[in-house]
């Protein structure tokens, strides 16, 4: 069965620029995938950053970008703050109406 | 003020059942697709199910087919998860969030479901 894949931790510097990935262990992301990113700090349910590959609901805020980059989804965050340090999942359509999340990524901010 | 509300959750036997409700207000119900997500203790979070606007149409993960039952009542705003057969990796926090736009849009605070001996 095919599995999203994210990396398990990824570290940034306050003020820096990060990018996580989002792909299938076999095959090529693309936007027909919809990939979609939510962020999650501990003990609290997600909160949706980006659908449809990188449209932003009202609220999150510009530093927060969506893309394909190189046949996998990627979540650009800029001038990332302390807040920003919390974990980060993605979504792909994977065919017959079914959805995967990848494992998460846990970003430190450091 | 748009709020999803998750209730319903317990300790439940392996084997047994259990049904988890979402209360849904502030928003045009009836327009949206639904969906319930869990996440296991300490665990990456997890599509359960979801259900088309007039239930004529539901998905599930292929680890809860032939086990849950995603439905929905539009007069009460309302989605429902019926799960049969549950067993210890059932247990989870369940999230129902609506969707929109081929993602998950907003989320309920969940219910904890735990299926033990």
């Known amino acids: 069965q095919t599995v999203v894949t994210q990396e398990p931790s990824v570290s940034v510097s306050p003020g820096g620029t990060v990018t996580l990935t989002c792909g299938f262990d076999s095959g090529s992301v693309s936007t027909t995938s919809y990939p979609s990113w939510y962020q999650q700090t501990p003990g609290q349910p997600p909160r949706t950053l980006i659908f449809n590959t990188n449209r932003r609901p009202s609220g999150v805020p510009d530093r927060f970008s969506g893309s394909i980059l190189e046949n996998k989804a990627a979540l650009t965050i800029t001038g990332a703050q302390a807040d920003d340090e919390c974990h980060y999942y993605c979504?792909?359509?994977?065919?017959?109406?079914?959805?995967?999340f990848g494992g998460g990524t846990t970003l430190t901010v450091v | 003020e748009v709020q999803l509300v998750e209730s319903g959750g317990g300790l439940v036997q392996p084997g047994g059942s259990l049904k988890i409700s979402c209360a849904v207000s502030?928003?045009?119900?009836?327009?949206?697709?639904m969906s319930w997500v869990r996440q296991a203790p300490g665990k990456g979070l997890e599509w359960v199910a979801n259900?088309?606007?007039?239930?004529?149409?539901?998905f599930y993960v292929e680890s809860v087919r032939g086990r849950f039952i995603i439905s929905r009542d539009n007069a009460k705003n309302s989605i429902y998860l019926q799960m049969n057969s549950l067993r210890a990796e059932d247990t989870a926090v369940y999230y129902c969030s609506n969707w929109g736009s081929y993602a998950f849009d907003l989320w309920g605070q969940g219910t904890m479901v735990t299926v033990s001996s």
């Open positions: 979504v792909l359509y994977m065919g017959d109406g079914n959805w995967m």
């Open positions: 502030g928003l045009p119900f009836s327009n949206y697709w």
């Open positions: 259900i088309k606007q007039d239930g004529s149409e539901k």
